[in-house]
């Protein structure tokens, strides 16, 4: 036990005497890579990246951004090691149908003709029939067999597709979508100007 406290007392003091200089340096001077990582107490890993409470939120933010830029030249450097122009798996594919569908719902027309809500209906059977991930398509089928697509207008399909998103995130453990934002998220923007 004694050595123990020995080597603690030995790694806090013995490396640099940086403790006793003065003035003492302020948080937002203090390199990050004197701090030990969460992961690696007592085993001498050190922080690569900034901790967000050390550090004011400008300063926080333009440290990630560096951080982010220098991963990119890294994968870029890498780029013959990972391809971005791979098939979509399974999650990509459904992240960018959704994407695709809920575009498609708010753009919809407010009060379509009987032919618009007939061609909507034919393509969302076709989707059911011809998507890619087998299960997931057999899945949608039922769903639709049990809660037919509501064609009526732009409100009504786009809620009827939020619904179905639901359903997917629910049995997912995913978080569900708030279908009153609908319109803010895939048509407008949010109210805060961020997508401005």
Not at 94 to 113: D, F, I, Q
Not at 144 to 156: G, L, W
């Amino acid at each position: 036990m004694s050595s123990l406290v020995a080597d603690i007392f030995q790694s806090m003091f013995s490396s640099s005497l940086t403790w006793l200089m003065w003035p003492p340096k302020t948080l937002l001077q203090q390199s990050h890579n004197e701090d030990y990582d969460y992961d690696g107490i007592g085993s001498g890993l050190r922080r690569e990246r900034p901790c967000r409470a050390c550090n004011d939120f400008k300063t926080w933010i333009q440290t990630n951004r560096n951080e982010r830029i220098k991963q990119q030249k890294q994968r870029q450097d890498n780029s013959e090691l990972i391809r971005s122009d791979c098939p979509l798996d399974k999650d990509e594919l459904g992240r960018n149908t959704w994407s695709l569908l809920h575009t498609m719902s708010v753009y919809y027309p407010e009060k379509p003709t009987a032919d618009e809500q007939e061609l909507m209906k034919n393509f969302i059977k076709g989707l059911a029939r011809f998507y890619p991930c087998e299960t997931c398509a057999k899945d949608f089928q039922i769903k639709i067999h049990n809660d037919p697509p509501q064609t009526e207008n732009r409100h009504s399909l786009s809620m009827w597709w939020c619904r179905q998103h639901n359903n997917v995130n629910r049995k997912l453990g995913k978080r569900e979508f708030d279908c009153n934002q609908l319109e803010q998220r895939w048509l407008n923007g949010w109210k805060d100007g961020s997508c401005d």
